[in-house]
Structures are given as structure tokens and as C-alpha cells.
């Protein structure tokens, strides 16, 4: 397509004229009504934060009694790491982001130049000596998994297989699944790729899971998690978090129930674990919104008026629950969390009390690791072979994506030179304690089945769970005898744990296995593993039905056995008398009668009557697109796509409006969204500030909700689409909305400038 050269001068002058009138605007991440964006730490005490050595960022660091930081691997055997896997033999793969923030306005964004690489030790003095380019020319990757002859990896769109014979490419990529992450903002794209114990892979911002089997990828569908890091513990409960919430821990192994919008009961099933707050050891200007302040006129201090250091997480990233063996036997319970725009690690204690998580943070005031480097950027941590963490250090100056970079963090950037000097720089660090040596490099390639069943033994989880990947893909008859045998018998518990998914994941795991377990009277850890793997395999044989049905009952089982009850003998009176107040009852029911295709209830009787009734009315009507007609189905479709790119919606609110925990409300049957127009036309254009009461439930997100207005790239018309996304989708039924309609509120309301509204001024 051309243009006139007349064309051409009115938009270089139109370009240039609000160039110059508007510069705050020019900046994608500035806010309305956020005018005063003063720095709140004073010049005089913001140290430089020029480009250091590896020698003088280790002298940057903090770090716990006891421990020891050190390089494994830094430039130029590494560029911009940003993930990392680790074979059976111990070679590490790193994902290498190449192309992220190359300078303030994404210069090259948009080519290709990320790398997945192999770095090797091949002398043993645990420095990285040897580096093996697996495959380059990639768009911004950034997750990895290792699978039989291949890996998968992730770019900014898509998922691919890559064979591999060890650590040397034997074919060319090939897409595996097109639409892996078809749109979006780099910042919130699914990653992860992470390996559970029942032998799926798990992302963080996504809502499948995924297996590589005979071949072929399998695709499943999971509840959407977090934004950034996902891991996992001993037992297979998933941690997760979001940039604002340091970590998240499931209540519940993944898949034991669904999640249904019109239930009344909470069904959201982890738990947030400590509080937000970060105790960096430098002065944090370079905060996104570090102008936030109560001096300023703003209703909170991001950044501590007295320390001048930022007061709750704002990037918390890659996660890591420590599953090694070097570490002292009290951090057997301990999640670490990476923090990548004030530059720490933050270490957090989990304690399990049946179905409930607490959270303490190790240190109160202070960190487990923090450094005065403004450069260092941790985005990932992981459990290592040799027992201890491995830090991924993405070292760059600019950290926050130009799509959400304000006026003030440009200037931030600008004023110490952060833009430049970045390019080839890149660090992976080891974590050890100084008492314990590490354990030697694996060889588990070479192993035999009978050494990879003696592996499920090990004290460290990544030992374990590569053997049992290995017995999976290895598919040896000579393993089932053995596995079935430490299932069994084995004093380990978490042997046991392991011998069981390995054998589901075999498919081999009979009615006379569970008879067993349910016979040895284990402990509930280890049949609640059993009672899962069944739900997984749809064991139905009437024997293992009556063991469970008759099983010694605990709160931590009790959600169990009522999917699996629901799944296989949907008239046992445990459904019909079951506990209100046991914990997601009403939803594992619900979920196990689904499953088998029961869609019929009662409107009246008890609460698990009405409760199944509107669950299957919910599964049972139309979808908006068989729904709708003409302008209103366009208006919705335009809608649905600014939810889940542009504009963001999806992030704070999930795809199905059920709310995100601590981030947004639900907005599926949520009388701020069906009710009146107006008012709901009011929050998209100016935001909102928490707590807000969402069918008699109160909400009150970290953070405040931003006014779409705020973006320059989101016009009335936007804002209408997607108010008639989230009025007619789900269970919501209201009606369409004008670019009209909100173009007259607008007006109205544009001398609020931006501000935030509040509940009590809506209601």
C-alpha cells in the first residue's frame, strides 16, 4: 500500500507537532492524572551503576550466614540468560533472551536473536568451560523442558520440539503448537515449561499443560497460574507468583478440581505465603513508579521516605521450592523467589497444616541475598544437580519492557547510562553452603534401569525426578517388577512417591497396586498421591471404590476422595453427606461428576443440589458466539482480543472472569460489570483503587487497577469492545456498549484527570 506524498508531510508533521506538545505522552507506561513524577530519593545519595566485573559484583553482594556465592558461568560463555534446564549428565541449558530492551524504545524487538546454548564443565572445577551454540536465530525464548531425543522450547508465539542426540541437534525445529502464546505483551507470556510429579509440564501465565509422548505433544487443559516463576515441592504442590506477590502455594495436587464461575463457594486453591515486602540494600530509584509517593499527592509511598528503598516487591520472578541436599536440613522447607528490579533473593518458609500453606519470610528485615548493583537483574533460580541454587543473573540495565516505561524510569535509565553497555553481558551463579561438599556431577545417561530405580532414593528431588523421566521415556518391561516392588516396600516415602507416577506415567499401575497401598495403612501423604494418580488413570475397579469409600477420612484426603468418588460411584453416600466445611468438597464433587458427563440436578434439595444445578446450567448454555448477532458479536470479538493482549485484562482477571488472587476481582456474574454502564465505563477509563465488594465478598488487590484512558493506544471505542467482552461472556448476559456511550462518560468525567475512583464514590 502508498501514500500520497501530501500523505506522507500531514503525518510526519502531525508526528512531530504532538512530539513536541506532549512529551510525557510519547512514554507508553505514563498514567493520567499521574502529573507529578518528582523523584522521591535525592540525587546526592544514588551511587553510579556502572557495568562491574564479575570479580566486583561479587563483592556487591549480601548474602546469608553460612552460604557462599560464586560463578558457574558469565560472558562470553553466556549472554542474557533468562532460563536453564539440566540434563541427566549435568550440562546445563540456558535459554538466552537476546533481543529484549536492547535500548529504551525495543530497538530489533521484533528479529530474531535469542539462543538456547550448553554449557559444559568438562574439567570439574565447577566453572564452565566448554559452550555449545544448540540452536540460535530464536524470537525472544524463554522457557526450555528436556524430553526423550529433544527438548521444547518456547519463543514469543510458539512451541517447538528440537531432536538431539545428547547435546549435539540432529534435526531442524518444528512447531509443536502454533498457538502457544499467539498474542500479548512479552512481559505476560506463558513460561515455565516446568516437570511435575504426575509426568505433565506446567506453565506460569498459561492455562495448559502439556506432555511429550510417543512423538506427539499433548495438550491439556489446567487452571491458568501466576505471571512469572512456577516450581514445585516434595509432594507436587505448585508455587507460583505474580510481579507483585512474592509467592503462592497450592492447597491442592493440580487437576483435583476445576474451577466454576457461577459457584458462590471460594474456590481458588493456593494460599499467598508471607507478605510483599523487600529489604534491598541500595537506594531504589529505578522503579517504575518510584515517583509514588504521599509527598507527591499520591495515596501511597512505593519507595520508604526515610530508607528510600522500595518498600513491596514490584518484579518478583523466577521461583524455586529447594529440593537439594547441600544446603542444612532446616532449608528443606524453604522457597526462594527472585526479585529482579531491586536486585535480591528472597527466602520464604512454607509450613503445611492439612489443607492450609503458611508463609514466613526467613529473615524478617532483611534478605538472603541482595546486591548493590543496580545491574543485577535475578530473573530465575533452580535446584542443581550438585545440590546447591543456581542463580540466573540477566545483567542489563533496562529490566522494564517499553510498553509500561514511564516518563520517570526513562529518565532514571538516561541519568545513570543504564540503556548502554549491556550487550553481551550475561551470569549464572552457584548458591552453596560453606559446611557441605557438593555432590559430583551426574551420569545418568549411562544408567542402568536398575541404577535409575535406585535414584528414586536420592535425597535430592532433582535426582528423582530425572530418574523418573528417564523411566518413563526409557519404557522398559524390566522396570515394573522393581518399581512396583519400591512402591511397596520401600521405607522412603518419597520413593514410594516417585515409583508411583513412574508407573502411572508407564501406564502401568494396576487395581491390585492401590489395594495395596490402601491396605498398608500409609500415611494420608502417600494416599492422597494414590488417590490422585487414580482420578489421572480413572481407576474404577470396585474393589479400590469400596477401600476408598470406607478409607480413614482427614481434611488434607477428604477433597480426593470425593472427586474420586464423584468420578467412579457418583450415588455414594459420602457425596450426599458431605461436609460443607471441608474445603473444596462442593468443587471436587462437582469436577468428578462432569468428568463422567453428569449434567443433571436437582433445582432444589440440598446445597450440593443447587450448587451442581447451576454448575451444570453454567456447562450447559450457549456460548456468546452462538448467542450473538451483527455489530454486538463484532463489538464482542474485538473485545475478547483486547482482553487478552492489549489491553491486559486477563492478567488481574483470568480468562474464564474468575479474579486472580490478590491482582483483580472476579468479573463473571459481578454486579459492577452487568449493572450499570456508566459506572463501569467510569473504572475502565480512570481505575480503580481497592477494597470493592463483589456479591457480598470483599476484594482488596495489592495494587490498584490503572484507567485505560491512561494508555494513548486505547481509545472509547477499545474501552466499549471490551466492556461488551466482559458484560456478555461467561455466565454475563448484559448488553452491548457503544463507542457512544463511552465517549459521553468520558466527557463527563474528563476533569478527573486520571485519578483513581474508589467503591464508596461508585456505589
Given amino acids: 500500500m502508498s501514500f500520497s506524498c501530501v500523505t506522507s508531510c500531514i503525518l510526519k508533521t502531525l508526528s512531530l507537532t504532538l512530539l513536541l506538545a506532549a512529551p510525557l505522552l510519547a512514554q507508553e507506561g505514563n498514567r493520567k492524572g499521574h502529573n507529578d513524577m518528582s523523584p522521591v530519593v535525592p540525587e546526592n545519595l544514588i551511587p553510579p551503576s556502572p557495568v562491574l566485573s564479575v570479580e566486583d559484583a561479587l563483592k556487591s553482594f549480601t548474602i546469608a550466614e553460612g552460604f557462599i556465592i560464586e560463578p558457574v558461568a558469565y560472558e562470553p560463555l553466556v549472554e542474557k540468560p533468562v532460563a536453564l534446564r539440566f540434563d541427566a549428565n549435568g550440562r546445563i541449558w540456558v535459554v538466552e533472551m537476546i533481543g529484549y530492551m536492547l535500548d529504551l524504545d525495543a530497538k530489533d524487538e521484533d528479529l530474531p536473536q535469542g539462543r538456547i546454548a550448553v554449557l559444559e564443565d568438562t574439567d570439574g572445577d565447577?566453572?564452565?568451560?566448554?559452550?555449545?551454540?544448540?540452536?540460535?536465530?530464536?524470537?525472544?525464548?524463554?522457557?526450555?523442558?528436556?524430553?526423550?531425543?529433544?527438548?521444547?522450547?518456547?519463543?514469543?508465539?510458539?512451541?517447538?520440539?528440537?531432536?538431539?542426540?545428547?547435546?549435539?541437534?540432529?534435526?531442524?525445529?518444528?512447531?509443536?503448537?502454533?498457538?502457544?502464546?499467539?498474542?500479548?505483551?512479552?512481559?505476560?507470556?506463558?513460561?515455565?515449561l516446568f516437570p511435575h510429579l504426575n509426568n505433565w509440564l506446567y506453565c506460569a501465565k498459561d492455562k495448559f499443560r502439556y506432555r511429550w509422548q510417543d512423538g506427539k505433544l499433548l495438550k491439556d487443559s489446567t487452571q491458568f497460574r501466576g505471571q512469572w516463576g512456577i516450581t514445585m515441592d516434595n509432594t507436587g504442590h505448585l508455587y507460583h507468583n505474580s510481579n507483585s506477590i512474592i509467592l503462592r502455594g497450592e492447597r491442592l495436587l493440580p487437576e483435583t478440581i476445576e474451577s466454576f464461575p457461577l459457584s458462590k463457594i471460594p474456590n481458588d486453591t493456593s494460599d499467598m505465603l508471607g507478605s510483599n515486602a523487600v529489604f534491598p540494600i541500595r537506594v531504589t530509584p529505578g522503579v517504575n513508579r518510584g515517583y509514588i509517593s504521599i509527598a507527591n499527592g499520591y495515596n501511597e509511598d512505593f519507595i520508604d521516605p526515610k530508607t528510600f528503598k522500595l518498600v513491596n516487591t514490584t518484579a518478583s520472578a523466577g521461583i524455586d521450592f529447594y529440593r537439594g541436599d547441600q544446603f542444612p536440613a532446616s532449608w528443606s522447607d524453604v522457597a526462594f523467589t527472585t526479585e529482579s528490579v531491586v536486585g535480591l533473593v528472597k527466602s520464604t518458609r512454607v509450613s503445611e497444616n492439612g489443607l492450609e500453606?503458611?508463609?514466613?519470610?526467613?529473615?524478617?528485615?532483611?534478605?538472603?541475598?541482595?546486591?548493590?548493583?543496580?545491574?543485577?537483574?535475578?530473573?530465575?533460580?533452580?535446584?542443581?544437580?550438585?545440590?546447591?541454587?543456581?542463580?540466573?543473573?540477566?545483567?542489563?540495565?533496562?529490566?522494564?519492557?517499553?510498553?509500561?516505561?514511564?516518563?520517570?524510569?526513562?529518565?532514571?535509565?538516561?541519568?545513570?547510562?543504564?540503556?548502554?553497555?549491556?550487550?553481551?553481558?550475561?551470569?549464572?551463579?552457584?548458591?552453596?553452603?560453606?559446611?557441605?561438599?557438593?555432590?559430583?556431577?551426574?551420569?545418568?545417561?549411562?544408567?542402568?534401569?536398575?541404577?535409575?530405580?535406585?535414584?528414586?532414593?536420592?535425597?535430592?528431588?532433582?535426582?528423582?525426578?530425572?530418574?523418573?523421566?528417564?523411566?518413563?521415556?526409557?519404557?522398559?518391561?524390566?522396570?515394573?517388577?522393581?518399581?512396583?516392588?519400591?512402591?511397596?516396600?520401600?521405607?522412603?516415602?518419597?520413593?514410594?512417591?516417585?515409583?508411583?507416577?513412574?508407573?502411572?506415567?508407564?501406564?502401568?499401575?494396576?487395581?491390585?497396586?492401590?489395594?495395596?497401598?490402601?491396605?498398608?495403612?500409609?500415611?494420608?501423604?502417600?494416599?492422597?498421591?494414590?488417590?490422585?494418580?487414580?482420578?489421572?488413570?480413572?481407576?474404577?475397579?470396585?474393589?479400590?471404590?469400596?477401600?476408598?469409600?470406607?478409607?480413614?477420612?482427614?481434611?488434607?484426603?477428604?477433597?480426593y476422595v470425593l472427586r474420586y468418588l464423584a468420578q467412579t460411584k457418583p450415588d455414594s453416600a459420602r457425596l450426599i453427606q458431605f461436609n460443607r466445611k471441608t474445603p473444596f468438597a462442593a468443587e471436587a464433587i462437582a469436577t468428578g461428576l462432569l468428568s463422567q458427563g453428569i449434567t443433571t440436578f436437582p433445582k432444589t434439595g440440598t446445597n450440593l443440589d443447587k450448587y451442581l444445578y447451576n454448575v451444570a446450567k453454567s456447562k450447559k448454555s450457549l456460548t456468546p458466539e452462538q448467542r450473538l448477532k451483527g455489530e454486538h458479536l463484532a463489538s464482542f470479538q474485538r473485545g475478547k482480543t483486547?482482553?487478552?493482549?492489549?489491553?491486559?485484562?486477563?492478567?488481574?482477571?483470568?480468562?474464564?472472569?474468575?479474579?486472580?488472587?490478590?491482582?483483580?476481582?472476579?468479573?463473571?456474574?459481578?454486579?459492577?460489570?452487568?449493572?450499570?454502564?456508566?459506572?463501569?465505563?467510569?473504572?475502565?477509563?480512570?481505575?480503580?483503587?481497592?477494597?470493592i465488594t463483589v456479591n457480598g465478598i470483599k476484594y482488596n488487590p495489592a495494587a490498584a487497577m490503572p484507567g485505560l484512558s491512561m494508555n494513548p493506544t486505547i481509545k472509547d471505542k477499545d474501552i466499549a469492545d471490551i466492556m461488551t467482552y466482559i458484560r456478555g461472556n461467561w455466565t454475563n448476559t448484559a448488553g452491548i456498549v457503544t463507542e457512544k456511550d463511552v465517549t459521553t462518560v468520558h466527557e463527563a468525567t474528563k476533569d478527573r484527570s486520571g485519578r483513581l475512583y474508589t467503591a464508596p464514590e461508585l456505589e
Fill in 126 to 192: 565447577g566453572q564452565v568451560d566448554k559452550r555449545t551454540v544448540f540452536l540460535d536465530n530464536i524470537l525472544l525464548p524463554r522457557a526450555i523442558a528436556l524430553v526423550e531425543d529433544g527438548i521444547l522450547f518456547a519463543d514469543q508465539t510458539k512451541l517447538y520440539f528440537c531432536g538431539r542426540n545428547g547435546a549435539e541437534r540432529n534435526a531442524e525445529p518444528v512447531v509443536v503448537d502454533e498457538n502457544f502464546s499467539p498474542t500479548g505483551n512479552v512481559e505476560h507470556k506463558p513460561n515455565g
Fill in 357 to 559: 500453606l503458611t508463609g514466613e519470610h526467613v529473615f524478617p528485615n532483611t534478605e538472603f541475598l541482595a546486591s548493590t548493583d543496580e545491574r543485577f537483574r535475578p530473573v530465575n533460580i533452580h535446584t542443581a544437580p550438585d545440590g546447591s541454587l543456581y542463580l540466573v543473573d540477566y545483567y542489563h540495565g533496562i529490566i522494564q519492557h517499553k510498553t509500561f516505561i514511564t516518563s520517570y524510569l526513562r529518565e532514571q535509565y538516561e541519568s545513570r547510562n543504564l540503556q548502554n553497555e549491556s550487550s553481551g553481558l550475561g551470569r549464572i551463579y552457584r548458591i552453596r553452603h560453606k559446611d557441605k561438599p557438593l555432590s559430583p556431577q551426574p551420569k545418568l545417561e549411562e544408567a542402568t534401569i536398575t541404577e535409575l530405580i535406585e535414584t528414586l532414593a536420592h535425597p535430592n528431588g532433582w535426582w528423582r525426578d530425572t530418574a523418573q523421566r528417564l523411566l518413563v521415556e526409557k519404557n522398559d518391561p524390566e522396570s515394573i517388577a522393581p518399581l512396583r516392588s519400591a512402591l511397596i516396600k520401600h521405607p522412603n516415602e518419597l520413593t514410594r512417591i516417585h515409583a508411583l507416577w513412574t508407573l502411572a506415567g508407564l501406564e502401568k499401575l494396576t487395581s491390585e497396586d492401590f489395594i495395596a497401598i490402601f491396605n498398608l495403612g500409609v500415611s494420608e501423604a502417600l494416599r492422597v498421591q494414590a488417590l490422585s494418580a487414580a482420578i489421572a488413570l480413572k481407576q474404577d475397579d470396585p474393589l479400590v471404590i469400596a477401600l476408598v469409600e470406607n478409607s480413614q477420612k482427614g481434611e488434607a484426603l477428604e477433597p
Fill in 642 to 691: 483486547l482482553y487478552t493482549g492489549a489491553a491486559g485484562c486477563i492478567g488481574c482477571h483470568g480468562e474464564e472472569g474468575e479474579g486472580m488472587p490478590n491482582l483483580g476481582p472476579p468479573l463473571d456474574e459481578s454486579e459492577w460489570v452487568t449493572g450499570d454502564p456508566d459506572r463501569l465505563a467510569k473504572i475502565l477509563l480512570h481505575g480503580l483503587q481497592g477494597p
